[in-house]
């Protein structure tokens, strides 16, 4: 089992194909995709080897992430070699959404087992103005579809104060009848954004009281679970996460590690490079990939660095899919 020095245990692996994305995110890509490394991603015969070792070390879980992991044009075999892995018991995907309805069935096919939708706003001018597309009702009906299929869909929304801060009721009035998880997730400053996340970051903590005082009701976690703090409330068919890194003790239950679209370990979204795995990853033997990962566990460390303003090597949330 995947430990580190604290005795957290790690049943999750996010696992990024692509930092290219073609969104242009006010949060994250204002000025669209920079391409400043040569886009040697991970293979397909990489990406089976990562999830065979990671599956013989404990992980139950792999979330497919990017950039936007559908402009890989094999993302189906990348689903269904992640599914088919022995021990990994669940694989997710985080996607804009740009390409979901016309490529849910083959995600489906492939054996995807829950979907996460960055959805910014429910308003179609304001999801225009953040994201720089016109595609909300598009989105939508890419979740209509994942519904209709009893797919667990999870929506991702990161507050920002002037953008969609006080628009709460919007989403509690969509929930009511749509059987999603909203996850509010606080803005996280990165190398690049700090003049926008002074001005727009919100504090989740204030949701939370708001929440508890109009009746919702802590849902219980699971091990491999992400680090929303979700609720529930009987009146509605929806839940809502809160996703709160700056909160008290957030890294406490951290159950996850990174590896990027270039082969590296990242110990923590915030961590200052990440390690090199690529040389361990030209071989079907994956006993000597599984000892350097093991000991690069050595370096995790006991939090981030966020309330001291270190970011690390993350320069946007693009480079490993948050």
């Not at 559908?70 to 694989?91: F, G, H, Y």
């Not at 304001?126 to 890419?142: E, P, S, V």
């Not at 979740?143 to 929506?155: E, F, G, M, R, S």
């Amino acid at each position: 089992m995947l430990t580190d020095n604290f005795g957290r245990k790690f049943y999750y692996l996010r696992l990024s194909i692509t930092d290219v994305c073609n969104f242009r995110c006010n949060y994250c890509l204002p000025d669209g995709y920079q391409c400043d490394n040569d886009r040697n991603f991970l293979s397909l015969a990489e990406i089976s080897r990562i999830a065979k070792a990671f599956g013989e070390m404990g992980t139950e879980k792999i979330r497919i992430t990017g950039g936007e992991p559908s402009l890989r044009k094999d993302l189906p075999e990348i689903i269904a070699m992640c599914k088919q892995t022995p021990n990994i018991k669940k694989v997710a995907i985080t996607t804009n959404g740009y390409k979901l309805p016309e490529q849910i069935n083959h995600w489906l096919d492939a054996g995807i087992d829950a979907i996460n939708v960055s959805i910014d706003s429910l308003d179609p001018r304001q999801f225009h103005t953040i994201t720089g597309h016109n595609k909300l009702d598009h989105i939508l009906k890419g979740v209509d579809i994942a519904l209709t299929n009893n797919t667990q869909v999870k929506v991702n929304t990161v507050l920002m104060r002037e953008y969609n801060g006080y628009d709460i009721q919007r989403y509690l009035d969509w929930l009511k009848d749509t059987p999603v998880t909203l996850r509010f997730i606080e803005l996280m400053q990165t190398g690049d954004n700090q003049a926008f996340f002074d001005a727009q970051h919100v504090q989740g903590s204030r949701i939370k009281q708001n929440l508890i005082l109009d009746g919702w009701l802590p849902a219980i976690r699971d091990k491999a679970s992400g680090p929303a703090q979700e609720f529930y409330h009987p009146d509605y068919q929806g839940r809502i996460g809160l996703i709160m890194p700056y909160s008290k003790d957030f890294c406490a239950s951290c159950n996850r590690l990174r590896v990027s679209a270039l082969a590296k370990l990242h110990l923590c979204l915030f961590t200052e490079q990440g390690l090199e795995l690529r040389d361990y990853l030209q071989q079907d033997d994956v006993e000597p990939l599984k000892a350097h990962i093991a000991a690069m566990m050595n370096d995790k460390k006991a939090t981030h660095f966020l309330h001291e303003n270190l970011t690390g090597a993350t320069k946007n949330l693009a480079m490993l899919g948050g």
